[in-house]
């Protein structure tokens, strides 16, 4: 079973503009077009089973049509998370419109959407959602005090103390560019990290002790697409040199236990 828990899809007529906007913030190559043919076509080839995608809406006028893209777009296979704003008017209805369609899960991205990501007002939101869906997180960027750190490790488990059952999925291994401190704020905590646009930054040696020590029970395969496909990033976690049971844990078996979990 191939799971892959970090996928951006996005419509053809936009695909082109976002896939260079990623390239310049990021300042990595975006390897794929970001389209969901594209994608479909990498899950054929490759055996995945599922693939869970999502966008967030950097501005809070744009949270019913992401989700509408989500709910639409979830079917051969693809399973579309959520997004949520704190500045948006109508988060009640938001909230039942995802629940009727059977959304599981939210994204958020604070660096985007320019919130910190534990504002009262994001607290409040999380409060809201937390009985029903789970909720991933992009957390770390920049490191060199040139922007503004909307998502850290820090502010991260301040959320983790204030909403304990909250259920989380901390991307990029809890920090991107920020593994240190996820190591010493996030590492053995009650939350899920992916593995999306870690390997060949994070060195393999600090990668496989982080999913030591933080559990491979809690580790998910998270492929970062456009940046990487889900078949890259298997064959880079099989660099790390981790027991075949391991690897099969976060390719497939931790993800199908969450899901179940989910009702999925």
Same mark, same amino acid.
């Given at each position: 079973?191939?799971?892959?828990?970090?996928?951006?899809?996005?419509?053809?007529t936009i695909a082109p503009k976002v896939?260079?906007?990623?390239?310049?913030?990021?300042?990595?190559? *975006?390897?794929?077009?970001?389209?969901?043919?594209?994608?479909?076509?990498?899950?054929?080839?490759?055996?995945?089973?599922? #693939?869970?995608?999502? %966008?967030? #809406?950097?501005?809070?006028?744009?949270?019913?049509?992401?989700?509408?893209?989500? =709910?639409?777009?979830?079917?051969?296979?693809?399973?579309?998370?959520? %997004?949520?704003?704190?500045?948006?008017?109508? /988060?009640?209805?938001?909230? &039942?419109?995802?629940?009727? #369609?059977?959304?599981? !899960?939210?994204?958020?991205?604070?660096?985007?959407?320019?919130?910190?990501?534990?504002d009262p007002k994001a607290l409040a939101?999380?409060?809201?959602?937390?009985?029903?869906?789970? *909720?991933?997180?992009? =957390?770390?960027?920049?490191?060199?005090?040139?922007? /503004?750190?909307?998502?850290?490790? @820090?502010?991260?488990?301040?959320?983790?103390?204030?909403?304990?059952?909250?259920? *989380? =999925?901390?991307?990029?291994?809890? !920090?991107?560019?920020?593994?240190?401190?996820?190591?010493?704020?996030? *590492?053995?905590?009650?939350?899920?990290?992916?593995?999306?646009?870690?390997?060949?930054?994070?060195?393999? @040696?600090?990668? &496989?002790?982080?999913i030591k020590e933080h559990g491979v029970?809690?580790?998910? $395969?998270?492929?970062?697409?456009?940046?990487?496909?889900?078949?890259?990033?298997?064959?880079?976690? %099989?660099? $790390?040199?981790?027991? @075949?049971?391991?690897?099969?844990?976060?390719?497939?078996?931790? #993800?199908?236990?969450?899901?179940?979990?989910?009702?999925?």
């Amino acid at each position: 079973m191939l799971i892959d828990m970090h996928v951006h899809v996005f419509p053809d007529t936009i695909a082109p503009k976002v896939k260079e906007q990623l390239n310049h913030h990021y300042g990595l190559p *975006v390897h794929h077009q970001g389209t969901r043919q594209e994608f479909k076509n990498i899950m054929r080839l490759g055996h995945v089973d599922t #693939a869970v995608f999502f %966008t967030a #809406a950097t501005r809070p006028d744009q949270v019913p049509a992401a989700n509408h893209w989500a =709910i639409t777009n979830t079917r051969d296979g693809l399973l579309g998370f959520g %997004t949520l704003h704190p500045d948006y008017d109508n /988060i009640e209805g938001e909230i &039942k419109k995802l629940k009727k #369609a059977g959304v599981k !899960g939210i994204k958020f991205h604070p660096d985007f959407q320019q919130f910190y990501l534990d504002d009262p007002k994001a607290l409040a939101l999380y409060e809201k959602i937390a009985r029903d869906f789970v *909720v991933i997180f992009h =957390i770390g960027d920049d490191t060199d005090g040139s922007k /503004i750190n909307y998502s850290t490790p @820090e502010r991260l488990a301040r959320v983790l103390d204030y909403i304990p059952g909250l259920r *989380v =999925i901390a991307a990029h291994m809890g !920090g991107y560019l920020m593994w240190d401190r996820s190591l010493k704020h996030l *590492v053995g905590k009650k939350l899920y990290f992916d593995t999306s646009s870690c390997y060949g930054i994070l060195p393999n @040696e600090q990668f &496989k002790f982080m999913i030591k020590e933080h559990g491979v029970d809690k580790i998910l $395969l998270g492929s970062d697409y456009p940046f990487n496909s889900p078949l890259t990033e298997v064959a880079n976690l %099989t660099q $790390l040199a981790l027991a @075949e049971k391991e690897l099969q844990a976060i390719t497939g078996e931790n #993800a199908r236990a969450l899901m179940a979990s989910l009702g999925l």
